[in-house]
């Protein structure tokens, strides 16, 4: 006897606490960013950081990411929106389903960027930090898939195909009962497998400046591009790939190059978190110490100018000693010079007493 005939689908996704709909794939999202957030305040924390900064790049990057979500979803099946018989109101119902990834990478990076800033922090770190958490949140919210009964893939006799609701497969042409490939399953699974893998390669190769998140373009767009091809549902062709293939292509492609650049350029950690003159106190008092002084031996910095004003007393001699004409502190003299000066006062002493 099989362990798994098949992987039912949730018979409701919309529960309702009085007048208020709550909907299965709005929870979904905002699970994983919950749990995004979470991770990646850790991982933060572990690179030096303020956790504070993950909460105010979160609050820029994630409603520019929904926006451009459905964008970028409307703007590539403007025909069940825009077309006959279609509904423009609809393009606003977000909790019906229809979130375009790129577009959520694409215009949540511009609201991370700009969180970054007005937080005084480097975007790439926290872009490192994110990486695998934006993919276990991408996993988490694949479950609004499953429950919206939509995006699976074509029809298969494996002993974990996916039962949709009649109405779900009919529209897909095909007859009640049909199973289908559980892509939201697929891509859940390796969405989580991805987001392992980058957190161990970052812990034994101390990864920086951009090149997690570098590695998290190419690992997604990898596991998307595959899981792409077995959905049937409706979308464009270019060349007889669907238009996210090409996509994926494109922005593995573009992971890749970025993560070479940022080793040939940039190896190993960032050397700080903050943009220039935005560091905290502390940190900024001691970055200035370094900057000014020269460190001679263990947790002891010497000035510079002090170092050149030794040396000018030894020429000066006596003015440097005197320090009468300008009432200006003498330069402390260099070790053996008092000594040499007793002896030439001792002499002239001698010489006047004689």
Known sequence: ???????????????????????????????????????????YEERGGQPGAIVDVTLWAVPFGIVGGRIYHVLTSAEQYFGPGGDPIRALYVWEGGMGIWGAIAFGALGAWIGAHRAGVRLAPVADALAPAILVAQGIGRLGNWFNHELFGGPTTLPWGLQVSEHAAEQAGYTAGTLFHPTFLYEMIWDFAAAGLLILVDRKWRLGHGRVFALYMVAYSIGRGFIESLRIDTAHTVGGLRLNVWTSIAVGLAGL???????????????????????????????????????????????????????????????????????????????GAGAGAAQEGAATQDAADG
């Open 257 to 335: 190059i970025a993560f070479a650049v940022s080793a040939a350029r940039h190896p190993g950690r960032d050397s700080t978190l903050y943009l220039p003159g935005r560091q905290p106190r502390g940190e900024a008092a001691d970055a200035g110490e370094a900057a000014d002084g020269e460190v001679v031996a263990e947790g002891e910095v010497v000035a510079e100018g002090e170092a050149g004003e030794g040396e000018a007393g030894e020429g000066e001699g006596g003015k440097g000693e005197a320090g009468e004409g300008d009432g200006e502190p003498a330069a402390e003299p260099p070790a």
């Open 1 to 43: 006897m099989p362990i798994l005939d098949l992987i039912p689908s949730p018979t409701r996704g919309e529960w309702n606490i009085g007048p208020f709909p709550i909907r299965a794939y709005a929870v979904c999202i905002i699970i994983g960013i919950v749990v995004a957030w979470w991770i990646g305040t850790r991982r």
